[in-house]
T-cell receptor, first 113, second 113 residues
Framework: DVKVTQSSRYLVKRTGEKVFLECVQD?????MFWYRQDPGLGLRLIYF???????EKGDIPEGYSVSREKKERFSLILESASTNQTSMYLC????????????FGQGTRLTVV | KNEVEQSPQNLTAQEGEFITINCSYS?????LHWLQQHPGGGIVSLFM???GKKKHGRLIATINIQEKHSSLHITASHPRDSAVYIC???????????????FGKGTHLIIQP
């Protein structure tokens, strides 16, 4: 079974804190992604990575950064958390071939107070 | 720009009923995902299809490329099928990969005993 594991299911952080969301996959997938999911808006792509140390902005990268130092791990960083970053965050990974199936983590529900 | 519309947004049915969820998209696609999200957030990929029909247990997914339309059917529905169902399409111009996924806003299904 492909496993995509996110480090936390629920997080509560204060405004201005630096927040790290970690995602690990165990199937040697090249591509990894961070999405946020909000009611009425669906899933929106924040950042993605095709390779170690490589990152690309998605549709809503503002306020976020990412790190991919190892192939299996993709971290999402909120440099200074704000209340409008309260959301469900989902990590996904896939093999780097055409039309490959994406596998999702269990999600991290982040609340910024 | 690819747009994905799902209907209905919310659906409540009795156990045993036949369920249909619809998904329409606006541009030529290379493949379409059906995803399931249970309360708590984790997303599971149910199907990825590019033509015809796929069946897995009580779940059936169909796609009509010419009409730009896909349906997810659940036969003999059960309360454990209660979840959010999301369709996501790969636009043909994107080359595939989850960076090219466009998500519908999801259908919230509740099956009552």
């Amino acid at each position: 079974d492909v496993k995509v594991t996110q480090s936390s299911r629920y997080l509560v952080k204060r405004t201005g804190e630096k927040v790290f969301l970690e995602c690990v996959q165990d199937m040697d997938h090249e591509n990894m992604f961070w999405y946020r999911q909000d009611p009425g808006l669906g899933l929106r792509l924040i950042y993605f990575s095709y390779d170690v140390k490589m990152k690309e902005k998605g549709d809503i990268p503002e306020g976020y950064s990412v790190s991919r130092e190892k192939k299996e791990r993709f971290s999402l960083i909120l440099e200074s958390a704000s209340t409008n970053q309260t959301s469900m965050y989902l990590c996904a990974s896939e093999r780097g071939t055409l039309n490959t199936e994406a596998f999702f983590g269990q999600g991290t529900r982040l609340t910024v107070v | 720009k690819n747009e994905v519309e799902q209907s209905p947004q919310n659906l409540t049915a009795q156990e045993g009923e036949f369920i249909t969820i619809n998904c329409s998209y606006s541009v030529g696609i290379s493949a379409l995902h059906w995803l399931q999200q249970h309360p708590g957030g984790g997303i599971v990929s149910l199907f990825m299809l590019s033509s015809g029909k796929k069946k897995h247990g009580r779940l059936i997914a169909t796609i009509n490329i010419q009409e730009k339309h896909s349906s997810l059917h659940i036969t003999a529905s059960h309360p454990r099928d209660s979840a959010v169902y999301i369709c996501a399409s790969f636009a043909s111009y994107s080359g595939g990969g989850a960076d090219g996924l466009t998500f519908g806003k999801g259908t919230h299904l509740i099956i009552q005993p």
